[in-house]
T-cell receptor, first 117, second 111 residues
Framework: AQKVTQAQTEISVVEKEDVTLDCVYE???????LFWYKQPPSGELVFLIR??????QNEISGRYSWNFQKSTSSFNFTITASQVVDSAVYFC??????????????FGEGTQLTVNP | NAGVTQTPKFRILKIGQSMTLQCTQD?????MYWYRQDPGMGLKLIYY???????DKGEVPNGYNVSRSTTEDFPLRLELAAPSQTSVYFC??????????FGPGTRLTVL
């Protein structure tokens, strides 16, 4: 069975601080995908990144960066110079991707990030 | 393209009532999914479908039914609503086994 753990339930920072959200996963699959989603107070799910299990390169997109380490089964997300608009719940998710079952997602329980001015 | 649309946006049900949550996608995706998100929690898979006429259970299927008569539509049926089904329901779709596109969600309260 797959499992995603986000140990940080809530994080509060002051604007312009850097913040890292942790994600640890468990799977028996050799091929899988990892995701991060943002859920702002309005409630919709905003896709941030999708990473293939064979691609361990770190990724940077503007103020966002992701560190994927297969050896520790972790896929951490860092926001640099945080802004108030970054306040949201952030979910890490894992999917097996099979033609017989699609890309069923297993979500972590989320980290509530509050960025204070 | 509208993407994935869900209706209604909000609904309040009384215990024992039934209702259908509608989900439609216009991207010609084969795969469709229903998730529920309880307060303060992550999403959990209720049912999924790999194509018209084919559905299967996810992690939390009890109390729900689905059907998939067309590629575009994947309705979720609650037969006897219970307070434990108070949740936000998200529908999603994907092409083949790829990235999922989520609808805006339906907020359901059962009193």
């Amino acid at each position: 069975a797959q499992k995603v753990t986000q140990a940080q339930t809530e994080i509060s920072v002051v604007e312009k601080e850097d913040v890292t959200l942790d994600c640890v996963y468990e799977t028996r699959d050799t091929t899988y995908y990892l995701f991060w989603y943002k859920q702002p107070p309005s409630g919709e799910l905003v896709f941030l990144i999708r990473r293939n299990s064979f691609d361990e390169q770190n990724e940077i997109s503007g103020r966002y960066s992701w560190n994927f380490q297969k050896s520790t089964s972790s896929f951490n997300f860092t926001i640099t110079a945080s802004q108030v608009v970054d306040s949201a719940v952030y979910f890490c998710a894992l999917s097996e991707e099979r033609e017989t079952s699609g890309s069923r997602l297993t979500f972590g329980e989320g980290t509530q990030l509050t960025v204070n001015p | 393209n509208a993407g994935v649309t869900q209706t209604p946006k909000f609904r309040i049900l009384k215990i024992g009532q039934s209702m259908t949550l509608q989900c439609t996608q216009d991207m010609n995706h084969n795969y469709m999914y229903w998730y529920r998100q309880d307060p303060g929690m992550g999403l959990k898979l209720i049912y999924y479908s790999v194509g018209a006429g084919i559905t299967d259970k996810g992690e939390v299927p009890n109390g729900y039914n689905v059907s998939r008569s067309t590629t575009e539509d994947f309705p979720l049926r609650l037969e006897l609503a219970a307070p434990s089904q108070t949740s936000v329901y998200f529908c999603a779709s994907s092409y083949s086994a790829g990235l999922q596109y989520f609808g805006p969600g339906t907020r359901l309260t059962v009193l």
